[in-house]
C-alpha cells in the first residue's frame, strides 16, 4: 500500500485498518475528491454513513454532520501529495479546483457554475430517480420554513421512568466496546462519568438558560429511555456516537443530544417526523460544508484556538443564520462561550445563499431510498418500514399509490439492487419524491 492513513480522535492520530486504508488509497490515487467507506470495519456501518473529503482532510458522518480531521502519511491530504510531487503541483490552483468539485459533488454531482441547480440534478442522478422540476422550489421552502421546526417537540418527559447510575452503566457497557477506559478531552473525567452527570443535571456550558439547560438534560433521559427499543446494532451505533461526542467539546455533546432525540422522538410520531429526522440531517450536512467553504483554513485549527474549530463555528453560524433556515439547537449554541464573533452581514448574507445552493431535495430522497432499502434487518434506521407502509395505505384514500413503495419487476432498471424481504418497502426515487410530495405540498399530516 505504501501510505498511511490515521484519523483523530481524542488521543491523537490512529491507523486506520488495512482494508479501509487501501480503499481511502485507491480513490485518492484515481483523482477522486471524496471518498464513500465501505470496506473493514466501515462495512459493519450503513451504506453511504461515512465520507472522506480529501481537500479539506476530514472524515464526516454524513448522518450527524461529526467531523475527524485524516492524516495520510502524517500530513493533511493534500500536502502529502504535494510532497510526492516534488513542488509540481500549484497549491491554490489545486485547492481551488477540489474545493468546488468536493463541495458540489458531495451534494449533488453538479459543477459549481451549475450549483443553483444542483439539486435537480441530484434527484435525476440515476436511472431510478425522476426529476424533481417544479417540486424542488416548493419542497426546499417547507423543509427551510418554520413549519417544520417543531415536529420533534411533542414528547411527555415527565413520563420518563428514570434510570439509576448503575444502569446507565450497564447500558453503556454493554453497547459501547471500551467505554469504561474512555476519557474526556481533556484526559481527565471518564466518559460515562460524564454522561451520568448529564443525565442527572444537563451540561455545565447551558447553566445560562436553566430552561435550554433543562431540556438538554431531558433530551438525554429520552435517549436513554429509548434505548432499549432499538435493535442491537442501533443501540450500539447510537450510543457509541454519544460516548464519543464527550471525548470532544461540551457544543458537539448538545449538538449529539439534539441529534439522537429528534431521531428517536420521530421514531414514535410518525412517517413525517421521521422524514423531518431525515432533512435535520441532511440540514447539518449542508452547514457543515457551507463552514467549510467559507472557513477553508479549517482543518488546521488546533486546541489553542478553539473558535475555530467545527464545533464552535457550528455555534456561531447557527446563532447568525439558525434561524431564517430553521435549523436545530440554536438555543444551545448561543451559550456556547468558544464561539467566534459574529458574521458580517456580508458573510450571512453568503451563508444563506451557499445553504439555499447546496440543499437538495434530490438528496432527501435519496436519504430515504438508503434508508428504508437497506437490507440488514438490525440495520439502524430513521424511517420505520411498519410505519411506512402503515402511511401508505392511510395515504391510499387521498391518492397515494399504496403498491408504489414496494418493489417492482416490471421497473427492476429503476433500482440500485433487490429487496432481501419481498414483503418490506423497497423506494425508487420518484416514489421518494412522491412521498415527500404527499405530505409536506398537500399540507396534511398524516
Known amino acids: 500500500m505504501g501510505s498511511k492513513w490515521t484519523w483523530e480522535n481524542s488521543r491523537g492520530f490512529v491507523p486506520y485498518d488495512t482494508e ?42 454524513q448522518r450527524t454532520g461529526f467531523v475527524r480531521a485524516v492524516r495520510r502519511n502524517g500530513k493533511t491530504v493534500m500536502d502529502s501529495k504535494e510532497e510526492e510531487a516534488d513542488g509540481v503541483l500549484t497549491r491554490a490552483a489545486k485547492a481551488a479546483a477540489a474545493a468546488v468539485t468536493a463541495a458540489t459533488g458531495a451534494f449533488s454531482g453538479a459543477s459549481a457554475s451549475a450549483a443553483p441547480s444542483a439539486s435537480a440534478a441530484s434527484c435525476a442522478s440515476s436511472a431510478s430517480a425522476s426529476s424533481c422540476g417544479p417540486d424542488e ?13 417543531d415536529a420533534h417537540e411533542v414528547v411527555d418527559f415527565g ?14 457497557e454493554d453497547n459501547v466496546p471500551g467505554v469504561s477506559s ?71 455533546q448538545a449538538r449529539v443530544i439534539d441529534f439522537l432525540f429528534g431521531t428517536l422522538s420521530g421514531r414514535d410520531q410518525g412517517l413525517r417526523e421521521q422524514i423531518l429526522a431525515v432533512v435535520d440531517s441532511q440540514k447539518q450536512q449542508v452547514l457543515d460544508l457551507v463552514i467549510n467553504l467559507q472557513n477553508p483554513s479549517l482543518h488546521t485549527a488546533t486546541a489553542g484556538s478553539p473558535a475555530m474549530q467545527l464545533a464552535h463555528l457550528q455555534s456561531r453560524y447557527l446563532m447568525d443564520i439558525g434561524e431564517t433556515l430553521t435549523l436545530r439547537g440554536i438555543a444551545a449554541a448561543s451559550l456556547d462561550r468558544c464561539a467566534p464573533p459574529p458574521l458580517s452581514k456580508k458573510q450571512r448574507e453568503q451563508a444563506v445563499k451557499l445553504f439555499r445552493n447546496h440543499f437538495s431535495v434530490g438528496d432527501v430522497c435519496q436519504a430515504l431510498v438508503a434508508d428504508v432499502n437497506h437490507q440488514d434487518p438490525d440495520a439502524e434506521r430513521t424511517i420505520y418500514r411498519d410505519t411506512l407502509g ?10 397515494f399509490d399504496s403498491h408504489s413503495i414496494y418493489y417492482d419487476e416490471e421497473k427492476a432498471d429503476q433500482y440500485e439492487g433487490k429487496p432481501a424481504e419481498p414483503y418490506q418497502p423497497f ?17 396534511k399530516k398524516r
Open 20 to 61: 479501509a486504508a487501501e480503499e481511502l488509497e485507491e480513490i485518492f490515487q484515481r483523482g477522486d475528491t471524496m471518498a464513500v467507506l465501505s470496506k473493514g470495519t466501515f462495512a459493519k456501518s450503513p451504506p453511504g454513513e461515512y465520507h472522506v473529503y480529501f481537500e479539506m482532510s476530514g472524515q464526516v458522518n
Open 137 to 149: 422550489g416548493p419542497l426546499k421552502n417547507v423543509f427551510l420554513s418554520t413549519s417544520t421546526t
Open 159 to 172: 413520563a420518563i421512568k428514570l434510570k439509576s447510575d448503575k444502569q446507565l452503566t450497564q447500558i453503556l
Open 182 to 252: 474512555m476519557l474526556d478531552r481533556l484526559q481527565r473525567v471518564s466518559v460515562t462519568t460524564y454522561i451520568i452527570s448529564t443525565y442527572h443535571s444537563g451540561l455545565p456550558s447551558l447553566q445560562g438558560n436553566p430552561t435550554v439547560l433543562a431540556h438538554s438534560r431531558n433530551c438525554l433521559r429520552f435517549v436513554f429511555d429509548k434505548i432499549p427499543e432499538l435493535s442491537p446494532r442501533a443501540r450500539r451505533a447510537n450510543l457509541k456516537l454519544l460516548a464519543e461526542s464527550y471525548q470532544s467539546c461540551q457544543a458537539e
Open 390 to 399: 402503515r402511511w401508505a395505505g392511510e395515504a391510499a384514500q387521498h391518492g
Open 427 to 443: 423506494l425508487r426515487n420518484d416514489v421518494a419524491l412522491q412521498i415527500l410530495k404527499h405530505i409536506f405540498l398537500k399540507n
